[in-house]
């Protein structure tokens, strides 16, 4: 019989990290060397005592149950970390834990916003954040991030209407893809901006622990106020590699995790316990093993962004998060067609910037996944190319 999907599904093409996988897959079976740039997955090692700590539980016939929450244990951590780590005070009824923060994002604008309700996303920006929003019909609004506003919202810019009508804004640094930090100024008037219109704040913060250069990596609770006006989304996947067990956290307004908690409740049992108990290990590491990885993460970026300048290729060199973002080199217009040419041509794969938003059209996206010696051997592939010059 034939079947039409539903309307929505016009929204979801294929996804452009399973286009690139399908051409690298191609160009592996015709014997190229791969450098593959493209998922921010990350490559070092998750911490024995995380990997211990959830091997033990695994081996507990109890831990198999459905776990309807989290541990004590688990939301004492998250508490503590945020004490230590950010200076934030954070209660146990102001954390929840979700399926990282990819399903995180994806479902917390259901219990938020009404249909047609207005939500102010980044552009460029990563993905889920309009995913997100779409499933729950609200109406976008982009603002843009650009070199003339130091890649920040300009407040002053996002016009009357809008502001009045906005419910919810999603705001991230260092920020995924643009690899931009914001300065302490830029969340008070994130928080003076939000009260003022009544404005919901999440904040996407998956890579304060990755950033560059001697800056601190901060969270948005840090800053008072914050927890009046909103709630903030923390991972576990790029800190302490714990990717694919899918551990995130919401932290914040105490209404909004209830409220969350409400909706997610029809939609879930829990975190697997093993997984919990995997998370409490890794929170209540020494801060030294995340420091040490930022260092190494930094090794790459250098070899990464000076070694594309060094071959003619402007890089600017990454401030925060795994990513470097750039401009397509001289005589590239398409992102989309430069990335196939240059695997094509390269072995190299990196990510279109138009995955990211409109504004992302010209640049392309680096995940900083091998390690230095494998990055200079695609900088010199690059080079060896001649499409630098061409």
């Not at 780590?85 to 923060?101: D, F, L, P, T």
């Not at 008037?189 to 990755?210: C, G, Q, T, V």
């Not at 209404?255 to 409490?280: H, T, W």
């Not at 470097?324 to 196939?340: D, I, K, T």
Request: aromatic fraction near 12%; hydrophobic fraction near 40%.
């Amino acid at each position: 019989m034939d079947f039409e999907p539903a309307d929505k599904m016009k929204n979801f093409e294929e996804g452009i990290f399973n286009v690139l996988d399908e051409k690298k897959k191609e160009l592996e079976r015709q014997g190229r060397k791969i450098y593959n740039f493209s998922v921010g997955t990350p490559d070092f090692e998750t911490p024995k005592e995380v990997m211990e700590a959830m091997s033990k539980a695994c081996l507990l016939p109890g831990n198999y149950k459905y776990s309807l929450g989290e541990k004590d244990e688990l939301l004492e951590a998250v508490a503590d970390r945020y004490q230590r780590r950010y200076h934030a005070r954070v209660e146990k009824n102001e954390i929840m834990a979700v399926y990282g923060s990819q399903e995180g994002m994806a479902h917390i604008f259901l219990p938020l916003v009404n249909p047609g309700d207005v939500v102010l996303l980044p552009n460029p920006g990563y993905p889920i954040f309009s995913t997100g929003a779409f499933l729950a019909q609200a109406k976008t609004w982009l603002y843009p991030l650009t070199e003339n506003n130091q890649y920040l919202p300009d407040f002053g810019g996002i016009p009357e209407d809008i502001k009045k009508a906005a419910k919810v804004m999603v705001v991230s640094y260092p920020a995924n893809p643009i690899c931009k930090t914001a300065p302490d100024s830029f969340y008070e008037e994130l928080i003076a901006f939000a009260k003022e219109n009544e404005i919901l704040i999440i904040h996407d913060n998956a890579y304060s622990d990755i950033i560059y250069d001697g800056k601190e990596g901060k969270s948005f609770l840090s800053f008072p106020g914050a927890k009046e006006v909103g709630v903030e989304f923390y991972s576990l996947s790029k800190s302490y590699n714990f990717t694919g067990a899918r551990m995130s956290f919401v932290v914040g307004r105490a209404d909004i995790i209830a409220l969350f908690k409400r909706f997610r409740s029809q939609i879930d049992y829990g975190i697997f316990l093993p997984v919990q108990e995997g998370a409490i290990a890794a929170l209540r590491m020494e801060e030294e093993g995340i420091k040490k990885q930022c260092a190494m993460y930094q090794e790459r970026r250098d070899a990464l962004c000076k070694g594309l300048r060094s071959i003619g290729w402007d890089m600017p060199d990454s401030e925060g998060t795994m990513f470097a973002w750039g401009p397509l080199p001289e005589g590239y217009e398409n992102s989309n067609a430069f990335v196939m040419e240059l695997m094509e041509k390269t072995g190299v794969i990196c990510t279109p910037g138009s995955s990211f938003g409109s504004l992302g059209e010209g640049y392309v996206r680096f995940a900083m996944v091998l390690p230095p010696d494998e990055i200079q051997k695609a900088v010199e592939a690059i080079r060896d190319s001649g499409m630098l010059t061409s």
